[in-house]
């Protein structure tokens, strides 16, 4: 069983120029068991990772990342953006066992 | 003149240890010997983070890339959150803890009177969910006692760890020196073998650091979680091949208590990051 | 982050060394030997066509504290526009358990081709990206990272 897949967090810049590129940092709580480990009884522990972080803005993806088990736990994912319009990012994040979950964020431009 | 010229020529440390004994049986001369003032083996300690590479410093200086903060907000949405039979959460008591909590971590462990020994951080937090508000102790090093630790420790960054050593706490200091000085394990090594003797040497690829307490609970990455200083110890007692006591007992409780006071005036840290 | 990227021009190279600076981290030549694990991966990715060197920069610590956090960056050095920009890039390690890392999708929205992300290297090895273009061109770029092994066990 997939352990629930924990809080995510979502930083952009506060202030932003249209054209700017800017960096969206995004973090998850998340042990990314790689399927490869044992616990004490011997038993190998089932892989349980993110697999999958999708960006969307204005409901348009600009961001992809399938993961394996080699990303460490608590993955850290950043990336560029142009900011041409102000707008709504949805973030998304995927378990092994298809589970999701969501975070969003408002661009302001100055 | 022979008197003077003769102690001039004698080592400080002797020097020293005979000022000591001249001051100890004046003292006892005047009835109640307080104890004497001890004596810190590095007087400017040097915190972890001088012992760390530049990307785990990076880490550490940024709050967002630190997954520490991640347990930081679950101990955050605890401390307002209600538990056990009293239906009390921290903050029903505490209130706002960025109040109440600033300069709780710098200070502990504290010696408690009420129940006439010292406590850590972990343990007052688990007092106060058994007698305030019914709810049961949280398991020493569990996420959510992390968590809680992380967030109450968070309050103090950047005040120095100052932690009080006198009167019916000294006891407990004294066994906690008496434990950070005994030689332990197949490798038959004190805790200073590593972190007073041979700090800025490497063990194989391992900078070795002062063994400073002020950045913990921290980020391990070895671990890839948040782990209580207790935890630490266990692994230092493990790698000279001793048998490490139990997290949350009373050795390592006197143990804490005296690594604050080793690493007294550091900032505090918490939560830091370390490999 | 406070350290340089590990993909050096030669002639810093030599600055480095003339200087008598030790590097421990040098960019690799992409036909350097590889596990027959990563070579396989590589050509499930591209299909069996050999990228060529260059556009592609991985920035990692030379030296990792801990295997199990590393920090890495990946930039891609493309206009990102809508005619010419960068798909994906593939990362990989030659010597973990399987190869495969992560694949990062792109699109020309983002203004500039990176991605950060924190990995796990079991031990001293080669890091490897292979970048797909719009035009279908691939790119590779290859940094070692020394990986040590701690006395410090717990």
């Known amino acids: 069983m997939a352990a629930p897949i924990g809080q995510p967090r979502v930083r952009l810049p506060a202030q932003v120029r249209a054209g700017e590129v800017i960096e969206i940092r995004t973090l998850i709580s998340h042990a990314m068991e790689t399927g490869q480990r044992r616990d004490q009884q011997g038993n190998v522990i089932p892989r349980d990772i993110i697999k999958r972080f999708v960006a969307r803005f204005e409901g348009e993806q600009v961001f992809a990342m399938d993961l394996a088990p080699a990303i460490s736990a608590n993955p850290y994912i950043a990336f560029p953006f142009k900011a041409e319009k102000p707008g709504t990012f949805e973030f998304t994040w995927t378990n092994d066992a298809g589970e999701e979950r969501k975070a969003t964020a408002e661009l302001k431009l100055a | 003149m022979r008197g003077w010229r003769g102690a001039a020529a004698l080592p400080a440390g002797a020097a020293a240890v005979l000022a000591l004994a001249v001051a100890a049986a004046l003292a006892q001369g005047g009835g109640e010997a307080p104890a004497a003032e001890p004596v810190r083996a590095i007087p400017d300690p040097q915190s972890g983070l001088e012992f760390t590479t530049p990307e785990t410093r990076a880490i550490q200086e940024d709050d967002f890339q630190n997954p520490a903060f991640l347990w930081v907000e679950e101990g955050e949405q605890a401390w307002n959150h209600p538990e056990g039979a009293a239906g009390k959460s921290c903050a029903s008591c505490h209130g706002n803890a960025a109040e109440s909590m600033r300069g709780v971590r710098a200070r502990y462990p504290a010696y408690d009177a009420k129940k006439g020994r010292v406590v850590t951080l972990e343990q007052r937090v688990n007092i106060c969910r058994e007698e305030h508000m019914g709810a049961p102790p949280l398991r020493i090093d569990s996420r959510p006692l992390n968590a809680m630790t992380a967030f109450i420790g968070l309050q103090s960054r950047g005040m120095p760890v100052q932690v009080d050593i006198s009167g019916p706490a000294r006891p407990f200091f004294d066994a906690g020196e008496r434990f950070y000085n005994t030689r332990r394990g197949q490798l038959d090594m004190r805790c200073g073998s590593c972190h007073e003797d041979n700090y800025g040497r490497y063990l194989r690829a391992d900078l070795l650091s002062q063994g400073m307490s002020n950045g913990f609970p921290t980020y391990r990455l070895k671990e890839q979680r948040v782990i209580s200083l207790q935890f630490r110890l266990q692994g230092c007692v493990n790698d000279v091949r001793g048998e490490a006591p139990p997290m949350g007992g009373e050795e390592f409780t006197n143990l804490e208590f005296y690594l604050a006071w080793r690493a007294q005036g550091l900032p505090v840290e918490t939560p830091s990051v370390r490999r | ?154």
């Open chain 3, 1 to 154: 982050m406070k350290t340089g990227p590990t993909t050096i021009r030669r002639r810093h190279l030599l600055a480095a060394a003339a200087g008598g600076v030790a590097i421990a981290a040098l960019p690799r030549a992409a036909g350097a030997e590889m596990q027959p694990a990563t070579t396989e991966a590589i050509r499930k990715v591209t299909g069996g066509k050999t990228p060529q060197e260059g556009r592609v920069t991985l920035r990692l610590p030379p030296i990792a504290e801990n295997g199990n956090t590393v920090p890495v960056t990946v930039s891609v050095d493309s206009p990102m526009t809508a005619a010419d920009h960068v798909k994906t890039v593939h990362l990989f390690a030659d010597r973990n358990p399987t190869p495969d890392v992560a694949t990062f999708h792109f699109t020309p929205a983002m203004g500039r081709a990176q991605a950060d992300t924190r990995m796990r290297l079991g031990q001293t090895q080669d890091v490897i990206a292979v970048a797909e273009m719009s035009d279908g061109s691939l790119w590779m770029g290859r940094t070692e990272v020394k990986v040590t092994i701690g006395g410090c066990g717990g």
